[in-house]
């Protein structure tokens, strides 16, 4: 674990390149100092108020004039003596003013190092500083609106809420097993009324937070399909724009092309494919080869066919490949007529035209109900996010589960507690500041340097 109790760390927190500021931020003990050295106003920094500085180097040379704001602990971000400087956005400009800081002491922040401070010196708690990696990662603007849920408390009171509830249970089952012969065993029917609800809570959370993380990472569609089916035609069309080469020339497409859409807020990727076929040559055979790799690792298989001309066996084989795995079937040029073995083979398929926005709509549609069963996911909800959170959940939601058993099996009342403390303390690592290092330093290792 990094100290952060006796360094002063210092980083440019504005992203790489030119721009019309750069922000750079130092926090630890030595920020007054770095106040004095670095930092001249014509009136001493007010605290939390941006002043007109010129910043200077550590032998009193000019580096930049701008906006110096001092945050004294523990009002600021980290909890600590923060100081902010807003300067001109050359990088040579940040990274001298930061060379400076370095000269005087301080030292260069590690990724994610300023949040991590804020965490440890209980500023927020650990779910609050993982949403501020998903907001920065937010790729759609659901993204962005759940992490700021999460990053308010909303998630810690869910699950502080469930524990005081498991509290109480304890506290009354704790009296029956140290004093049976004076507190009575709760009545057993009674406990489980009152651990549903708290199952049923924490199972919502996890529902929710499987869309989320949705949501957050999307899913992968791989558009396949035989030569000429119009799986190229299909991408643009869902695009709505001319992102691949359409040509009526079989093995137009020779190697994926991925670009990405948003369906119900969740971002998807769509990967365009090369036309699966038997007589290739070998520059085809690459493609093809490519198209296999794409299907294997994509969610969703959108398996296009057209169904104007006869069942061929390259779709047969694309058929027979993707059953047992989430599809869609798409029979285009409908315009051109459908041929009648179509109608066996393809039962289940949507039929219709790249040129109809009502099939696109279908096929959008489609997506969702295959990818998230077309589930709307609210995003001013608090839910679950990191691995950590997810794994205390269900192992809460398990535990729950046991306790449950124990009482239809009139087991020992003492068993039940058991499982009902063991589910209060997995739910800390969600709520509380007791997750185990490894986990704090998966979280923090997302983040970029500065923030």
């Known amino acids: 674990m990094l100290d952060g109790s006796s360094t002063t760390i210092v980083a440019v927190a504005t992203p790489p390149g030119k721009g019309a500021i750069a922000i750079v931020r130092a926090s630890g003990p030595s920020v007054p100092e770095l106040v004095r050295r670095l930092v001249q106003t014509k ?91 998903d907001i920065i990662d ?33 506290q009354d089952l704790e009296g029956a097993i140290d004093f049976p012969d004076e507190v009575p065993e709760p009545d057993r029917g009674g406990l489980k009324e009152r651990l549903a609800p708290i199952r049923a809570r924490l199972e919502s959370l996890a529902r929710d937070g499987e869309l989320g993380r949705l949501v957050r990472e999307g899913l992968g569609v791989a558009i396949v399909g035989p030569p000429n089916a119009g799986k190229s035609s299909l991408l643009n069309a869902l695009l709505g724009t001319e992102r691949a080469i359409v040509s009526d020339i079989p093995g137009t497409t020779r190697d994926t092309i991925e670009e990405s859409v948003v369906v119900d807020g969740v971002p998807v990727r769509l990967i365009d494919t090369a036309g699966i076929r038997s007589h290739a040559d070998r520059l085809e055979a690459h493609g093809i080869a490519r198209t296999e790799r794409a299907l294997d690792s994509a969610t969703i298989a959108l398996v296009v066919a057209d169904g104007s001309q006869p069942p061929d066996s390259a779709s047969s084989q694309l058929l027979e490949r993707t059953r047992d795995r ?21 039962p289940h398929a949507i039929v219709g035209t790249v040129r109809n926005p009502e099939t696109l709509e279908r096929v959008r549609d489609a997506i969702a109900t295959a990818g998230w069963n077309a589930q709307r996911f609210d995003a001013t909800r608090p839910h679950l996010a990191g691995l950590h959170e997810f794994e205390a959940a269900y192992a809460a939601i398990a535990a729950l589960g046991r306790a449950c058993g124990a009482l239809d099996a009139s087991e020992p009342i003492d068993f039940v507690a058991t499982e009902l403390a063991h589910a209060f303390s997995q739910l800390g690592h969600v709520s509380e500041q007791v997750a185990a290092e490894e986990i704090v330093t998966g979280i923090f290792s997302r983040f970029c340097i500065g923030k």
């Open 43 to 133: 009136s001493r920094l007010r605290r939390r108020v941006a002043t007109y500085a010129t910043i200077v180097d550590e032998s009193g040379d000019l580096l930049d004039r701008g906006l110096a704001i001092f945050f004294e602990a523990p009002h600021s971000y980290t909890g600590e003596d923060l100081l902010e400087l807003q300067i001109h956005g050359s990088p040579v400009v940040g990274r001298e003013v930061v060379r400076a800081m370095l000269a005087c002491g301080a030292r260069l922040a590690e990724p994610g190092e300023f949040t991590r401070r804020a965490f440890f010196n209980g500023k927020m708690a650990l779910h609050a500083a993982a949403a501020v990696a």
């Open 138 to 170: 937010a790729q759609t603007r659901c993204a962005a609106r759940a992490a700021l849920a999460n990053f308010e408390s909303g998630l810690a009171q869910e699950i502080r809420a469930v524990r005081s509830a498991l509290a109480t249970i304890l």
């Open 326 to 346: 989430p599809r869609i079937l798409f029979l285009n040029k409908a315009d051109l007529g459908t041929d009648p073995a179509f109608a066996t083979a393809w």
